[in-house]
Structure formats: structure tokens, C-alpha cells
């Protein structure tokens, strides 16, 4: 199937540990995008990455970090640092004409 | 900075009707405007495009409309159906690099059978 998936659907975070959550496409797409959703709220945009080895911070980046070692992969860590991390985590692509969403994940604080 | 506003934040209609959600943005200088659905805890689904040059865009039972200069856009379901029960976002593309969507919060949307 061509499309977007994101791994886990449910992940539980403890205090002080690092979790990743996996995005991985096979549309050949270069731009990849990280959004938050928080409850009966839009999306707000977390990093972006338009090309390997290469992204950029979004609205909401702190406490968040990725990585764009291939062009299919585009992971987002939640880090420590992040002080609220429950929330619906998007991973999405989108170019001028067209946005693919995967199903996300959902990351609760336990 | 852009802003997107969805109004009203919930709807509940009985089956059969016609209905108006409604998204304005505060930044008139858009590349295109999209409205999507999203079922609970699920992804979401792109339902229109407008680019900014264009009018409205139908598809089916939807119907979106465009007006830039006063930055408002409307999505119009016709003869509404229990199925349809989701919450419907809309988001703009600014004419900036970096293709990045805003997007409003979201009109939850009940149709009752």
C-alpha cells in the first residue's frame, strides 16, 4: 500500500524518559511535517523537514527533537524536556497541491 | 502571523439538513485553503482544495467556498447523513516557503438520525 504510517498508535511515556515516535513514507514525497493535536484543538506544527539531512523548527519545537537520515523516515523524539507531552501526535506530507496524514499516535503520560 | 478561526466549535443537526461550517484566516495573502475530516483518533482526510485564484470547489454533497479578500471560507454539506458526524478542519497554505499549513480548531460536527 502507497501512503504514510505512523508506529506506535498508543505509547505511554513515564517522567523523564525520552520516547520516539516513527513516520515512514513510501510516496517518494521530500517534505515531512510533525504536528500536536490537543484535545478539540487544530494542529500545531512541531518540525519540518523539506529535504535529508535537513529540517526546521516549527511553532512548538521545544522539548522535541527529529531526525532526516533517509528520505522515508522521519522520526520525532519527545524528550525529558518537554513538560506536557499528552497529545495526538500527527506526522503528515504536504506539498502546494496535496496533504497526506498518517493515522497518528497518541502519547500519554503515565 | 496567521490566524484560523472555525465557528462554531460544535454542531449537532438532525439528518437531512442542509449546513454551513464556517473558517475565516486574519492574512488574506494565502496560496491555496484546504478543508479536511477527521474521525476520532484517527488521521485526517483532505475533502477540498481551493487555490487561492479559485472560487469554490465542489465535490459531492460538498461544496467549499473562497473569498481571499475578506478572508472567509465556507464548507456547505448538503442533505447531511449520520456518516458525515466528524470534526472538520480547515487550514491555510501561506504564499511563504515551506508549504506549512495553519490550522483552525475544528467544527465538531453530530448528525443525529
Known amino acids: 500500500d502507497g501512503g504514510i504510517t505512523q508506529s506506535p498508535k498508543y505509547l505511554f511515556r513515564k517522567e523523564g524518559q525520552n520516547v520516539t515516535l516513527s513516520c515512514e513514507q513510501n510516496?517518494?514525497?521530500?517534505?515531512m511535517y510533525w504536528y500536536r493535536q490537543d484535545p478539540g484543538q487544530g494542529l500545531r506544527l512541531i518540525y519540518y523537514s523539506q529535504i535529508v539531512n535537513d529540517f526546521q523548527k516549527g511553532d512548538i519545537a521545544e522539548g522535541y527533537s527529529v531526525s532526516r537520515e533517509k528520505k522515508e523516515s522521519f522520526p520525532l523524539t519527545v524528550t525529558s524536556a518537554q513538560k506536557n507531552p499528552t497529545a495526538f501526535y500527527l506526522c503528515?506530507?504536504?506539498?502546494?497541491?496535496?496533504?497526506?496524514f498518517g493515522q497518528g499516535t497518541r502519547l500519554t503520560v503515565v | 502571523k496567521q490566524e484560523v478561526t472555525q465557528i462554531p466549535a460544535a454542531l449537532s443537526v438532525p439528518e437531512g439538513e442542509n449546513l454551513v461550517l464556517n473558517c475565516s484566516f486574519t492574512d488574506s495573502a494565502i496560496y491555496n485553503l484546504q478543508w479536511f475530516r477527521q474521525d476520532p483518533g484517527k488521521g485526517l482526510t483532505s475533502l477540498l482544495l481551493i487555490q487561492s485564484s479559485q472560487r469554490e470547489q465542489t465535490s459531492g454533497r460538498l461544496n467549499a467556498s473562497l473569498d481571499k479578500s475578506s478572508g472567509r471560507s465556507t464548507l456547505y454539506i448538503a442533505a447531511s447523513q449520520p456518516g458525515d458526524s466528524a470534526t472538520y478542519l480547515c487550514?491555510?497554505?501561506?504564499?511563504?516557503?515551506?508549504?506549512?499549513?495553519?490550522f483552525g480548531g475544528g467544527t465538531r460536527l453530530m448528525v443525529k438520525p
Open positions: 487550514a491555510v497554505m501561506g504564499n511563504n516557503a515551506g508549504n506549512m499549513l495553519t
Open positions: 510516496l517518494n514525497h521530500d517534505a
Open positions: 503528515a506530507l504536504v506539498t502546494p497541491n496535496t496533504a497526506f
